[in-house]
């Protein structure tokens, strides 16, 4: 691995090592349907971390954040859930901890959405304090994964859903230990296509998933976790050739 997993690194690896870039993967705690685990946001967002890892010269993957804000889960079974202005403390802390100890670049892999707004929230505050600092993210790789791969990657709605034909199939490929596809149901809701309703989940499904996650199969993952890595190497390679710089610049 040419990146290291920052919570099995000695202080001494750490002092030896050239370490000037994170990624720090956010998820959630909540239920996924009678076929997925509680943690699957958090797992899929530390596994393909873990991967991207694997092809960045000093990187180093944080721990998982394992709590988001789910309130709108909360119906379903055991959902844990922080609020919205706590997590955007959460990140803010963990954010100003990399900056004090100078790692200045960080990526941020995002497993849910309701963490999106905090993200972005907590980011564009630390970023205005600190300007020097470079903060990326990736909010949504369940979109990013359905517009990389070829149409008709998916059977159904995309492969989108909450434990859906996607998500299920990228925990398939990631952690097939973990998956009871006998015990799989979801459904399609009816939304309108231009205008978000804000909804709560058991609204859109009795079974705790949307989209039809008995259309997942490992192969369909394999190729959302290569394409998906890929987009991420891409982008720390194409931000290290350009040491980091972007927009124009700035006169003296």
């Known amino acids: 691995m040419k990146g290291f997993l920052f919570d099995q690194l000695t202080g001494h690896e750490f002092k030896e090592g050239n370490f000037d870039k994170v990624i720090l993967p956010v998820g959630s705690t909540e239920y996924h349907g009678d076929h997925l685990p509680f943690g699957t946001d958090a797992i899929v967002s530390y596994e393909l971390a873990k991967e991207v890892a694997k092809r960045i010269e000093g990187l180093l993957v944080l721990p998982p954040v394992h709590y988001g804000m789910s309130d709108h889960y909360a119906n379903f079974l055991l959902t844990i859930s922080v ?12 954010l100003y901890s990399l900056v004090k100890h100078g790692m200045y670049k960080i990526f941020i892999l995002n497993g849910h959405d309701g963490n999106i707004a905090p993200i972005e929230v907590a980011s564009r505050a630390v970023k205005v304090e600190y300007p020097e600092v470079k903060i990326a993210a990736l909010n949504a790789w369940w979109v990013s994964a359905g517009n990389l791969l070829p149409k008709g990657t998916f059977e159904v709605w995309g492969g989108l859903g909450h434990a859906g034909e ?14 009871e596809m006998e015990h799989a149901k979801g459904v399609v809701p009816t939304l309108p296509e231009e205008v978000e309703i804000k909804w709560l989940f058991d609204e859109l499904t009795p079974y705790g998933a949307t989209g039809d996650p008995t259309k997942a199969t490992k192969e369909k993952g394999d190729k959302m976790k290569e394409v ?11 931000m290290e050739q350009n040491d980091w710089r972007y927009g124009y610049e700035k006169e003296e």
Not at 166 to 177: A, D, N, R, V
Not at 228 to 238: A, Q, T, W
């Open 83 to 94: 609020r919205a202005e706590v997590l955007i403390e959460v990140l803010k802390d963990i």
């Open 166 to 179: 996607g998500e299920t199939s990228i925990m398939l490929s990631l952690k097939p230990e973990l998956v």
């Open 228 to 238: 998906l890595v890929n987009l991420i190497v891409s982008f720390f390679e194409k």
